[in-house]
């Protein structure tokens, strides 16, 4: 590598720890000899990249003093546009480049206005040649090519227009698209390169102000977005936590058993056989035994092995199941959808306490009646 490139590879790691902040809080950049070192170069070559630095107004240098960069907020124009390049995961990132684009295409859509209302018909010409060449390279050429198509246009338009403060802000344009190249030139080109120019021809020719007005910035927009989005995705926002929160609850598959995962929980909806979403009541304690054994001190033993007593013939549910006793005078009297789903509730119990009792009396071998 000659000295102008490693001139080149100075500047642009200096760049970097200036845009990334790995500076000292100072903004001073230490000995040159201690930076000489760490790029394995003469201090000739670090004291020329230092100096390209200041022209581009990133270091300030005064005689006696140590180098020192110059704040972001400070240094930041539009040709230094690449300084928020280096991270493409900052929101300040993609913030920058939109406002880059947008400033891009108002260029180009006015300068394409006054060219359709006051340029010759020679100058239009020229103009429809050069929209053609870049849809052209933007189905045929690399990135590099179309970037160059791409500003030639807004060139050539800058001058048809007869604005030479808008020929000098299209060379800044220039520059600040190339100080991203690296990274922006291998998206360019693509079919939404090519609608727009295409477009474009087409305004130019017809001098179509309206279809320039409200077809070519929303084309121009869905490019610069495609551009954007390839470079610097939204980042996803996580998964909003429930009001209280915390997480969603996991619901266990407790319809084989027909009750609520747990004995205290309110709330565990379950299908019941009239294809109804009930909430069954807690079950009761069922009696115990004649010798003293209690029925929920054998419940684990009987739950842990229901899934191989549903198996067997036992275990199927009694057509015959417990009737549910006749609901009181005052639930007669309440609307009939109340009715029916109380009915609901307590036959689907019933079904549920008889089977429960027969697997109880199978495990202590008494007799299922």
Not at 52 to 79: C, I, K, N, Y
């Amino acid at each position: 590598m000659g000295r102008g490139g490693l001139v080149a590879y100075v500047e642009a790691q200096l760049e970097r720890d200036i845009a990334l902040g790995r500076v000292h809080p100072s903004g001073q950049f230490g000995p040159e000899a201690k930076l000489a070192r760490r790029f394995n170069v003469c201090r000739g070559t670090l004291r020329e990249a230092l100096r390209r630095l200041a022209a581009r107004g990133l270091v300030g240098q005064h005689p006696g003093r140590r180098t020192r960069a110059v704040a972001m907020d400070e240094s930041l124009t539009l040709e230094n546009l690449g300084l928020a390049m280096h991270d493409v995961r900052s929101p300040n990132a993609r913030w920058l480049l939109e406002g880059y684009f947008s400033l891009r295409r108002q260029v180009l859509v006015e300068l394409l206005a006054d060219c359709c209302a006051r340029a010759s018909d020679l100058d239009l010409d020229r103009l429809r040649y050069t929209c053609f060449q870049l849809q052209d390279a933007a189905r045929w050429e690399s990135g590099a090519t179309c970037a160059q198509a791409e500003f030639e246009l807004l060139r050539l338009a800058a001058r048809v227009a007869a604005r030479p403060g808008h020929v000098l802000l299209v060379q800044s344009l220039q520059r600040a698209f190339l100080g991203g190249a690296p990274q922006l030139l291998p998206l360019m080109g693509g079919e939404a390169l090519r609608e727009w120019a295409l477009c474009a021809m087409r305004v130019v020719s017809e001098r179509d102000t309206q279809a320039l007005q409200h077809e070519l910035p929303a084309l121009l927009k869905a490019c610069d977005e495609r551009l954007l989005n390839a470079f610097a995705p939204v980042p996803k926002e996580p998964a909003s936590p429930s009001p209280e929160g915390h997480s969603e609850p996991v619901t266990m598959d407790t319809e084989e058993l027909g009750v609520s995962a747990r004995p205290d929980e309110k709330v565990a909806p379950v299908e019941s056989d009239s294809g109804m979403s009930l909430t069954p009541a807690p079950p009761e304690r069922v009696p115990s035994h004649s010798s003293g054994t209690c029925a929920e001190d054998v419940m684990g033993t009987v739950l842990g092995g229901l899934s191989d007593e549903r198996t067997g013939s036992d275990a199927s549910c009694p057509e015959n199941g417990l009737q549910t006793e006749a609901p009181p005078a005052s639930d007669r009297e309440r609307p009939h959808g109340v009715n029916h789903l109380r009915e609901g509730v307590l036959l689907h119990v019933g079904r549920w306490a008889s089977r429960l009792w027969r697997l109880i009396a199978h495990s202590l071998g008494l007799p299922d009646s």
